[in-house]
């Protein structure tokens, strides 16, 4: 059974950090892009960052500067890090996974920028 | 502002046929495949259709995609109850160089 587990949201204030953390199994890790989508509190899917299998990432324009994607293979493990918050970043995050579409995805982990 | 552009809402009754536009531009519908997704609150979106129209195992075959140009559409038939949810379509943006999602079409069954 495929499983995705993201941990690490919470509570954080403004121009805070915080770093999401996605566990996976069930597929070949090291085979498969990843990527972070979330949904902004009362607004649609955002697709944040990606990762290719050779350590190749991408990043929406508002994470651009601010996020970083990182995967750790022998861990089956990738990682957002997110640097200066904002309120427009509050919303739930989630992983995702798929050969042709995202067909894999954790159940989400709310993060809460706030003073 | 999204890159993807779908109506804010569509609605029919049980048993009726529901199309969902998606615009976009040559640079990502245009030259890249669509993809549809369901989300449902509280729960994690789900892939409905890859590659335009192919549905991944599992998906019943009343959604079916569609894609001319730069326009795509998604198709529910024999609308039932549990279709009530918000739909995206999204593909990847040569321009951009990244991922983007339509705006959401919220679906309900009147």
Same mark, same amino acid.
């Given at each position: 059974e495929v499983q995705l587990v993201e941990s690490g949201g919470g509570l954080v204030q403004p121009g805070g950090s915080?770093?999401? #953390?996605? $566990? $996976? #199994? &069930?597929?070949?890790?090291s085979s498969n892009d990843m990527h972070? $989508?979330?949904? $902004?509190? &009362?607004? &649609?899917?955002?697709?944040?960052? &990606?990762?290719?299998t050779t350590g190749d990432t991408y990043y929406v324009g508002s994470g651009r500067g601010r996020f970083i994607i990182s995967r750790e293979n022998a861990k089956n493990s990738f990682y957002l890090q997110m640097n200066s918050l904002g309120g427009e970043d509050t919303g739930v995050y989630y992983c995702a996974s798929g050969m042709s579409g995202w067909i894999h995805w954790g159940q989400g982990t709310l993060v809460t920028v706030s003073s | 502002q999204s890159v993807l552009t779908q109506p804010p809402s569509a609605s029919g009754t049980p048993g009726q046929r529901v199309t969902v536009s998606c615009s976009g531009s040559y640079s990502n519908i245009g030259r890249e495949n669509v993809y549809w997704y369901?989300?449902? @609150?509280?729960?994690? @979106?789900r892939l409905l259709i890859h590659t335009d129209n192919q549905r991944p195992s599992g998906v019943p075959d009343r959604f079916s995609g569609s894609k001319s140009g730069t326009s795509a559409s998604l198709a529910i038939s024999g609308l039932r109850s549990e279709d009530e949810a918000d739909y995206y379509c999204a593909a990847w943006d040569a321009s951009l160089r990244g991922h983007v999602f339509g705006s959401g079409t919220k679906v309900t069954v009147l």
């Open positions: 915080l770093r999401l #953390s996605c $566990v $996976v #199994s &069930g597929f070949t890790f972070w $989508v979330r949904q $902004v509190t &009362g607004k &649609g899917l955002e697709w944040v960052a &990606g990762i290719g | 369901q989300h449902l @609150p509280g729960a994690a @979106p």
